[in-house]
């Protein structure tokens, strides 16, 4: 809610769930909730007294001093009010009602801007009432121009608390309450967000920040981006299941609501401005659509113990799931080109001429470079690697699941021939080409970025003047904290089709 990793008390990045400590003084930079309430624009977070510590203003130093002020009324010496409200579950009927007519005294004795600010972004309500809030806001007209809804443990599809389908009878009943009322329907986008991967294998590496760029790194490693999540977006504009081929991330939703509001969130980086999109880009607002008729749910098992699975000893390259889907226009259009220098330099360029700025990701795999390289580009970069062997070996990854490789000996530029990119075969998947005198000395073999909705197949194989044989793409696990080098994908390209960050 914040687009920010800002610092603790003692100096240190803000990088652990340190805030969930009841003692914990809370953070001081400025939330998203509070720059729309000082602009007028109206919100509200929707919550039970579970909500799984996923409200993040509760985390903020302005709403701990409200919440201390609440706590002079009530008895049990709480420090915040989440520690109230976690509190009640455990009481009797008689003691809730008790402890709650001392909680709302609280509320009632604040300052009217403590009271909005409360009841706005911190009020937890009875269990089971969300929806019914959410239902009784909009047939009264008063849903606010921007909500947040927090589910509880139960609903979360966190593991351990819920399961992969735990949500389901929340997310239809939320739907159903949206859909009911044409008017709001007519007006409104629903955002499914998950804040993590859970660990799962990701065959597409992150964006990476530039090294130089302090407020993206901690410790020496990046702070992001990190493996893709889930996002679906439910709206009038999004019918018809597109996937959206752009980068995106966290922030990409508070930049969404940027241009909704027109509140500007100043704690979002520079980098990631550049890097992931606002989600305009998911949405089709020539043609809106009927809300789609869904089928309740039926009920939800109860979570069971953890899996812990055991690699087998033979592992194989994950398969690509068969299918296509429509797809959003991709924002991106990107070549990549190399030319063999005499002395012994690869020059590379990176082109990008479409409307959003594109990544790229230089791995070297013959000694080019101590690790990859990451880029932005928009126009034209040249990024020259100095060969360090008798022969090179370099893969460029680029936005959307495209792919470049360069191989072969380094002394293919001083044959008395100069070197040139040949044009790549027209289609989908297509070889590039730099050659000496007709001698292919780099093959690039990608899925087609302009072709969003079609998938590709990367095999193995062997450059000319590789000196061994490539390595297949294996099972990698994968955690989000790691230095850029520590997953320098095999030779052989993403074993997927089109990469999609956002909408699925």
């Not at 660990?199 to 493996?227: K, N, S, T, W």
């Not at 793409?473 to 095999?490: I, N, Y």
Request: net charge positive.
């Amino acid at each position: 809610m914040d687009g920010h990793h800002g610092f603790e008390a003692d100096g240190a990045r803000a990088v652990t769930n340190a805030a969930y400590s009841y003692s914990h003084p809370g953070y001081s930079w400025t939330t998203y909730p509070e720059r729309v309430e000082a602009a007028g624009v109206s919100w509200q977070i929707y919550q039970e007294w579970d909500s799984f510590t996923d409200n993040a203003v509760e985390y903020f130093a302005p709403f701990k001093a409200i919440g201390r002020k609440i706590l002079t009324a009530v008895e049990g010496g709480f420090r915040t009010t989440e520690e109230f409200y976690d509190s009640l579950h455990a009481r009797s009927a008689d003691e809730r009602a008790r402890a709650l007519r001392r909680f709302d005294a609280g509320v009632a004795a604040l300052t009217p801007a403590e009271r909005r600010l409360f009841q706005r972004g911190a009020y937890r309500s009875e269990p089971g009432t969300l929806v019914r809030r959410l239902r009784a806001d909009i047939a009264a007209r008063r849903l606010p121009r921007v909500s947040w809804l927090v589910p509880t443990a139960a609903d979360s599809e966190h593991p351990g608390a819920s399961t992969p389908v735990g949500s389901a009878n929340l997310v239809y009943d939320v739907l159903d309450a949206i859909a009911a009322d044409p008017l709001t329907w007519s007006k409104t986008v629903l955002l499914i967000t998950f804040d993590e991967n859970d660990g799962f294998f990701d065959h597409v590496p992150p964006p990476v920040p530039p090294r130089d760029d302090a407020e993206e790194h901690f410790d020496g490693q990046p702070l992001g981006l990190g493996p893709r999540v889930p996002m679906t977006i439910v709206s009038p504009w999004t019918v018809g299941g597109h996937v959206d081929p752009t980068v995106y991330d966290h922030t990409s939703v508070l930049r969404l609501l940027e241009r909704w509001t027109g509140v500007r969130e100043t704690n979002i980086s520079a980098w990631r401005r550049t890097v992931a999109g606002d989600l305009t880009g998911a949405f089709d607002l020539t043609r809106p659509g009927r809300p789609p008729r869904l089928t309740r749910p039926g009920p939800v098992p109860a979570p069971i113990a953890r899996w812990h699975p055991t690699p087998p000893d033979e592992q194989r390259a994950p398969t690509v799931e068969p299918g296509t889907r429509p797809a959003r226009p991709v924002p991106y259009r990107t070549t990549v080109s190399g030319v063999l220098r005499p002395h012994g330099t690869l020059d590379l360029t990176l082109t990008n001429t479409g409307r959003a700025s594109a990544h790229f990701a230089i791995y070297p795999y013959a000694g080019e470079r101590p690790e990859p390289a990451h880029r932005d580009v928009s126009g034209s970069h040249t990024e020259p690697l100095t060969l360090a062997g008798a022969a090179y070996r370099v893969a460029v990854q680029g936005p959307n699941g495209s792919w470049w490789e360069f191989g072969g000996a380094r002394d293919g530029g001083r044959r008395g021939r100069r070197p040139a990119a040949a044009p790549a075969r027209r289609g989908g998947a297509g070889d590039r080409q730099l050659g000496a005198g007709g001698h292919p000395a780099a093959r690039r073999r990608a899925v087609d970025p302009d072709g969003a909705g079609r998938g590709g197949a990367h095999r193995p194989r062997r450059l000319a003047g590789a000196p061994r044989p490539l390595r297949r793409a294996g099972h990698r696990r994968r955690r989000s904290r790691v230095p850029p080098h520590a997953h320098q994908p095999p030779l052989t390209g993403p074993t997927g089709g089109p990469a999609c960050r956002g909408a699925r």
